[in-house]
């Protein structure tokens, strides 16, 4: 365990940075145990046999949707993904091949499609395998019927690191501020301003409102249910903060020249790491048809975060507007609240370093 | 029937191999224009000591391929130009570059133009913070890492930031129209930019070598390497700069070739 030097945080021993505060931990901690991914040498032929061995398994039974290792639903696991064998589409390449019933090519044995002319290698040895079974999700239930009274019951409950489910924090009928100052399990969050949230029944249905707070309210997004991105949006994925900035461009001089640069593919605005308060840092522009972000695929990677899914979620543009989908992650996308936003049954809240479900 | 191989004597008619002052079977002269004879570029003939200008690529309206002899002092370049017009490249400003004369050498001077002048780089050339340079299509600019904004407010509450990595500079694409594109904080000491393999990657850019430049950090200078890319990576000229023979400029959109025959 490495106490953060900054925020006092308890870190597991192979983070390279705090979960809580997101500050560099000491080196010597990462030598017992490495967290990188590709691993030149050792580590990459002792992945490559059971990679290979999990592969034919795939093929010939049911093929996984959910390819994440993360077992854990909605909650902050341990970064496990990173130290589990490669999903079999990304194990190394294999040394074995067999011909392509299509085009005759050689390829390796753990590619699902054909490299050359992208037959369907599914097809040959397991005619039906069977539909995706798709992992179970928490999924938010209409909240159109909430009973009678559900106000007294309300409560928002903390989920732990490890999954399960800690104190609950009662939400009253009338309006309930949480924050540093309003004590209990708020009180030792550096997180979370003094007066961070404040939750309040509307139609029988639970609002939070953002108190201007510093860091914000996430508000988990359904998987597959897109939502819309504005100027400014801010989301996380993992540890990550990324900001969406809608195009923008200075303008031009007044003798009419314009100014140069790469080619403007039409792209509908960029996504920024957020790294201060005021300062970000890689950022990526978005083409109109779209990208991916994932920990191991996708156009924009986040290799060295344990808690993005292998594919994580998608952003794209339709009839002008852009949108972010969550793409069945382990541990979810979450949105920043922006002022104000409904949060149905069983959504996840994310407010200062703790993890919340609200349950009405 | 067959020509003679040699310099033929006015005198005697006899072959005079070439070097020789005199003929050897009559002891005639040789006139000085038939001794000294060294192969001379075309364009010397006409202009010697004098320099042009080749557009290598530009758009249809100018017409690839023209050339300006730079026969005067100053040689004004811009889409309003008279001299060296570019009038359908509404990257140039309307007076973009001169083209002057400073004793025997020619150099160029960006006249405040908004895109300016590019020079292709030979091998790699010290660049700072703030500097433009071009692979391919492609624009960037070197840029500082920001200060470091993640402090506790007044009240004691930590900032939540994305996991941080420290970085000494970064590299940001321009895109057409002033946007900002790609932006890659450097890890280590360099950003490399290519078509794959790379920290900034554009795998459908033709025009991109497979590694075609890096930008790398020594000590506190910085450093634009080329990697034998194709078609060569450009800087942006700071104020003026000396040209000499087989340079190539980007002026806006259109690339020109330096021929200087002093």
Redesign the interface.
């Given at each position: 365990m490495i106490v953060c030097s900054r925020c006092s945080k308890d870190n597991q021993d192979h983070y390279k940075f705090c979960l809580g505060c997101g500050a560099e931990l000491p080196r010597q901690s990462l030598e017992p145990r490495s967290l990188s991914t590709p691993n030149p040498g050792g580590e990459r032929t002792t992945n490559a046999p059971p990679a290979r061995a999990a592969a034919s398994g795939a093929l010939a039974s049911a093929p996984q949707i959910e390819i994440d290792p993360a077992p854990i639903e909605a909650t902050r696991p341990e970064p496990i993904a990173m130290a589990d064998p490669l999903p079999p589409e990304l194990a190394p390449l294999s040394d074995e091949t067999s011909p392509c019933s299509h085009c005759g090519a050689q390829v390796p044995e753990n590619f699902r499609f054909c490299h050359v002319c992208g037959h369907d290698l599914d097809a040959d040895g397991a005619p039906d395998g069977g539909a995706a079974v798709p992992e179970e999700r928490v999924s938010a239930p209409a909240v159109a019927e909430a009973p009678e009274g559900a106000t007294q019951r309300a409560r928002l409950v903390l989920i732990q690191p490890d999954g399960s489910e800690g104190d609950s924090f009662p939400l009253g009928a009338g309006r309930t501020l949480i924050g540093r100052s309003t004590g209990g399990i708020f009180a030792s969050d550096a997180y979370l301003s003094p007066e961070h949230a404040e939750f309040r029944f509307e139609d029988n249905q639970l609002v939070v409102k953002d108190m201007e707070s510093l860091n914000g309210v996430y508000i988990r997004i359904d998987p597959e249910f897109p939502i819309e991105l504005f100027d400014g949006s801010v989301f996380r994925v993992g540890q990550e903060i990324l900001r969406f900035d809608a195009p923008s461009a200075p303008d031009p001089g007044a003798d009419g020249t314009q100014y140069a640069g790469s080619p403007h593919r039409g792209f509908v605005g960029r996504i920024s790491l957020v790294i201060g308060r005021d300062a970000t840092g890689n950022s990526y522009p978005i083409p109109p048809h779209g990208i991916h972000l994932g920990r191991e695929r996708g156009d924009v990677l986040f290799p060295e975060d344990g808690y993005v899914s292998g594919l994580h979620c998608r952003i794209h543009s339709e009839v002008g507007h852009v949108f972010l989908t969550d793409v069945g992650s382990s541990n979810g996308t979450f949105v920043r609240v922006s002022n104000e936003s409904f949060v149905p049954q069983g959504t996840f809240v994310l407010m200062g370093q703790q993890l919340f479900r609200a349950e009405y | 029937m067959e020509q003679a191989r040699n310099y033929v004597c006015t005198e005697c008619a006899s072959a005079v191999p070439s070097g020789h002052k005199f003929c050897g079977a009559c002891g005639g002269p040789v006139p000085a224009e038939a001794q000294t004879l060294e192969t001379q570029f075309f364009g010397a003939l006409q202009m010697p000591g004098k320099a042009r200008l080749i557009v290598v690529r530009g758009d249809e309206a100018m017409g690839e391929g023209l050339s300006y002899l730079l026969q005067a002092t100053e040689h004004v370049a811009g889409?309003d130009a008279d001299q060296i017009p570019f009038p359908s490249d509404?990257?140039?400003?309307?007076t973009h570059a001169n083209f002057l004369y400073r004793g025997e050498k020619l150099v160029v001077r960006d006249e405040g133009?908004?895109?300016g002048v590019y020079i292709r780089l030979r091998g790699s050339s010290p660049i700072q913070i703030g500097d433009h340079f071009m692979c391919g299509?492609?624009?960037f600019r070197v840029d500082a890492t920001?200060?470091?904004?993640?402090g506790?407010?007044p009240?004691?509450?930590?900032?939540?930031?994305?996991?941080?990595?420290?970085?000494a500079f970064?590299v940001?694409?321009?895109?057409?129209?002033?946007?900002?594109?790609?932006?890659?904080?450097a890890l280590e000491q360099t950003v490399e930019i290519g078509r794959e393999d790379c920290d900034i990657n554009f795998p459908d850019d033709v025009y991109l070598s497979p590694r075609h430049a890096k930008v790398e950090m020594t000590g506190e200078s910085l450093k634009l390497i080329d990697e034998n890319s194709q078609n060569g990576t450009y800087v942006r000229i700071r104020g003026e700069r000396e040209l000499g023979h087989g340079d190539y400029l980007f002026l806006?959109?259109n690339l020109v070739r330096v021929e200087v025959t002093a």
């Open positions: - | 889409r509404n990257w140039l400003s309307p133009s908004l895109n299509q492609h624009l920001p200060k470091d904004s993640s506790p407010e009240d004691q509450t930590y900032f939540y930031s994305s996991p941080r990595r420290p970085s970064r940001t694409q321009v895109l057409e129209g002033g946007m900002d594109g790609i932006v890659c904080c806006g959109r």
